[in-house]
């Protein structure tokens, strides 16, 4: 098993057709090790469907991520829209966790004009919330809040690390694009790259930048309980 | 750790959209370094536009360091 796998975001384009299950068998032609199942505009996938998504990644030796809908703001100012955005996040995991996704990420949400700590805390307690949930069903994926490419977007990686600190399952999911633009053309050598990774290890240790073994040898034999390292 | 790697385009609010990584200024052989040197373990995964040839490419810079 490799240590660092590269895959798609969604279904590769030169897939034919274009189906999940196409997708991950064209993936593993196509050489890579892992494809991002996108439920960004609604989660296509259903729990009929899951245990073959997951069969045909096994079979084809393809790691599973997912990227939960686009329509989620944590911190809406509509309690409704929170409800909402945290269904969201928890029907991705669900199905996520069927497909024998590794971890499901998202962006969290918006600061709304408000004093970003009092945003820091209503996440917090949605993402607490969300958590709990799965804990309850025996979904132990990993929830990744996105570091964001814009300054009106929750996320950034203090934010997001300091998230992963404090609540258990939750780890960062690391776009270097945003980190890019975030900063209007930071982030883009080498000695900052490496900053990056050297915050992540400060904060949440050498596991912050391994994935959990467990979870993978999980994937691939299909055995059950996994276990934090 | 899960990943995104794309190219980007940015103004001073931030992102504006994807770009395939040789049609940016991301540099992703350097990334690449760092991603070795750190032993980085996981999964990065490509959202640019042309979705698995840079998935193919930051693997193929990866492998070779």
Redesign the interface.
Known sequence: MKELVFGTAGVPLSAEPRTTIDGIKHARNLGLGAMELEFVRSINITKEKAPEVRKTADDNNIILTCHAPYFINLNSLEKEKIKASIQRILNSARIANLCGCYSVCFHAGFYMKQEPKSVYATIKDNLKEIVSALKKENNNIWIRPETTGKETQFGNMDEILQLSQELDNVMPCVDFAHFHARTNGKYNTYKEFASIFEVIEKKLGKRGLEICTCTLLELHTGQKGRKTI | ????????????????N?LNLKE????YE??A???K???????????SP???SD??L??RV?NKL
């Open positions: 750790m899960h990943m995104h790697i794309t190219g980007i385009a940015y103004g001073p609010k931030g992102e504006k994807h940016s200024d991301l540099k350097e990334l370094k760092a991603l040197d750190f032993k980085v373990k996981g999964v990065a995964i490509s959202e042309n979705i698995e998935a193919l930051m693997q990866y």
